[in-house]
């Protein structure tokens, strides 16, 4: 197992403290989870992302979308079939499966799709305007109420 040193970060940051944590946290997280089913993240444009998983043989109501405290899980489980197959070869695995992403504070998922067999899931990142940069005026005088320095 990788560890990090994140002191040089503690040093320029005021807090990120946290940080370390999730790194933690995602990295265990990524050793627990299979590698089923595969799945693509994409960067539409600047703040908006898509998350396309390959469901081959599930249907939309066997498929579970939800956020909750940031982390989007997709889970799906597979009805109980009366109909008893005999495969000769079977490629196509159809296992109950849940996969989460952790998502950032300010992103957003905005539909859920399913077509040809691929799940969509759109994101969008949207920053309120108090977290924006803005310019702060250089004044002479201290407004009212504040303190003057001697």
Do not use: C
């Amino acid at each position: 197992m990788t560890t990090f040193d994140f002191s040089p970060l503690y040093r320029s940051t005021i807090g990120f403290d946290h940080l370390a944590n999730l790194l933690d946290n995602v990295t265990a997280a990524e050793r627990s989870q299979s590698s089923y089913p595969p799945y693509n993240i994409e960067l539409l444009e600047t703040d908006k992302y898509r998350i396309s998983m390959a469901v081959a043989g599930f249907e939309e109501d066997e498929i579970n979308v939800e956020v909750e405290d940031n982390v989007l899980s997709i889970a799906a489980s597979k009805k109980n079939s009366d109909v008893e197959r005999n495969y000769l070869h079977q490629g196509i695995a159809e296992r109950d499966f849940k996969r989460q992403f952790r998502l950032e504070d300010h992103v957003q998922v905005v539909s859920a799709t399913m077509n040809n067999g691929l799940l969509h899931i759109e994101l969008v990142r949207e920053i309120p305007e108090t977290m924006k940069p803005r310019r702060i005026a250089i004044n002479e005088q201290p407004k009212k109420g504040f303190l003057k320095s001697a």
